[in-house]
């Protein structure tokens, strides 16, 4: 027998965001294919696995109104984002996602705050730690993302340099 009711206003909010991590898992699939397709198996898997814990947070708030007698209903989750114009992009777009996905979380820990409803407080809790998690490794992935993109730029810099200060040798001017 379910414990204590959800308030209607926490059960539209788990509501809600259940079916945004569902969506979550959705653009982490495209963002996967979109790696799969340039080569980057790396990108890929990493992205299938994002894809997959999304699913889980779903199922985690689904199992939470099921638990406390309240039917999911799972929406119609819209067609995610498929085209990007660099790996940074790409990466760009999971973090800002992930940033929806926390102001969503936290919306939903308010509405339970002010339903007094302990039961969600403690179970959003739980998501509120792993989007400290999932917001920080967005922010590493962009910055190695940037990173390599200077490095490649600078290796070819490197080498322009080292031709110019080549040619600059043969009449004994090699200093910039
Ligand atoms: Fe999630
Ligand atoms: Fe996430």
Redesign the pocket.
Known sequence: MPGVPVPPAVVTEIQRQFNHELS?AHAYTALATWCAERNLKGFARFFHK?AG??RE?AQRFMDHLLDRGVMPELAAIPAPRTAFKSVLEAVQHARSM?QL?TAGIHQAYEAALAAKDYPAQVAIQWFISEQVE?EAWCDELVARVEAANCAGGMSSLDRHLEKILNAKSHDGGAED
């Open positions: 979550a994002q814990e999304e947070h992930e996905n999932e």
